[in-house]
């Protein structure tokens, strides 16, 4: 069992900076992939990234690539989604997740484990 906490989301302008932190309980959050998604009022969640168990690899959806870096501290049990240049279609709530699989999977339903989300919004 994985518990996930995300913390930092907020309002911000366009153009602006956030970044998400997602804190995870337990001692076996090595050993999981760690995503980001984010869901719209009205619309699906949609996959933003995906970083790999140890770290070294990541996964973006175009809408984001170039504009939001993922990275993990393991020994903080912490994922980060660190996002740049936003605008306002980038607001939503988003949420972590954890994944057993070593393959990096875009699907929300093939993830094990989430959290509760957090509110970014993006004024124009």
């Known amino acids: 069992q994985v518990q996930l906490v995300e913390s930092g989301g907020g309002l911000v302008q366009t153009g602006g900076s956030l970044r998400l932190s997602c804190a995870a309980s337990?001692?076996?959050?090595?050993?999981?992939?760690m995503g980001w998604f984010r869901q719209a009022p009205g619309k699906e969640r949609e996959f933003v990234g995906r970083?790999?168990?140890?770290?070294?690899?990541?996964y973006y959806a175009d809408s984001v690539k170039g504009r939001f870096a993922i990275s993990r501290d393991n020994a903080k049990n912490t994922v980060y989604l660190q996002m740049n240049s936003l605008k306002p279609e980038d607001t939503a709530v988003y949420y972590c997740a954890a994944d057993r699989a070593l393959l990096p999977r875009t699907n929300a339903a093939a993830y094990d484990y989430w959290g509760q989300g957090t509110q970014v919004t993006v004024s124009s």
């Open positions: 970083i790999n168990r140890s770290g070294t690899s990541t």
């Open positions: 337990g001692r076996t959050f090595s050993t999981y992939a």
